[in-house]
């Protein structure tokens, strides 16, 4: 009898060694599209982000890796004039009609208790739980940097399915957490602004590092 999960694993090799063999890299346009033509906006177009776009977004964010496969990242997308204004309160004045304006606001937030879904998510272990459960310490600095890493993808599949963003951090992370994650286990990390950019409200791009100040090899 064949075993599911030796046979998951060999299907699992076959394609990423079919992937590797295939010399596939993205081409200039998506480069341009994720990165170097790619821009933080703060002006929004009247037009709406349907649903069904938020959650091909999330379904790419999701494939990127994290630390034991932990996926401590979750989403809360503000969209109705309601939860705008629950979130208003909690931003510095200059940011308030950036999210005003945009269609989406998205609170990029971590799960402390990740570690309670590790059975499911990362089944090679099944005691992987216990390595975070009783130590808040290792909990933590986990949830906040694999929840950040999952943030930066999230921008990117945005990015992806032709969605502008605008993160933001200017905010009291305080009071978004007072006032959406309440009696829960989850903190806020940082507000992405989501939809389709007026471009008019963009200007130059700043400097970034060269190669020979940022890197090394040793």
Not at 174 to 191: C, I, M, Q, R, Y
Request: hydrophobic fraction near 40%; aromatic fraction near 10%; include cysteine.
């Amino acid at each position: 009898m064949t075993d599911p999960t030796a046979a998951a694993d060999e299907a699992a090799r076959a394609a990423a060694k079919a992937l590797q063999e295939s010399g596939v890299s993205a081409d200039a346009d998506t480069i341009k599209l994720l990165f170097t033509e790619a821009r933080t906006h703060y002006g929004w177009q009247d037009r709406d982000v349907s649903e069904e776009t938020l959650r091909a977004l999330y379904d790419i964010a999701k494939m990127g890796p994290t630390s034991m496969n932990q996926q401590p990242m979750r989403v809360v997308f503000i969209q109705s004039e309601d939860a705008k204004d629950r979130l208003e309160p909690c931003l510095m004045e200059t940011n308030r009609p950036k999210m005003r304006t945009a269609p989406v606001t998205a609170i990029i937030a971590y799960d402390l208790n990740f570690w309670e879904e590790l059975p499911t998510l990362f089944p090679p272990n099944p005691a992987a739980q216990d390595i975070f459960k009783n130590n808040s310490t290792a909990a933590q600095v986990n949830a906040f940097r694999n929840g950040t890493l999952q943030g930066a993808y999230f921008m990117l599949a945005a990015r992806a399915v032709g969605l502008d963003v605008g993160a933001m951090s200017g905010f009291d992370n305080a009071k978004v957490d007072e006032e959406f994650f309440h009696g829960t286990s989850l903190k806020s990390n940082f507000l992405v602004n989501l939809g389709y950019a007026d471009t008019s409200k963009i200007f130059r791009r700043l400097p970034r590092l060269a190669y020979d100040v940022a890197c090394q090899t040793l």
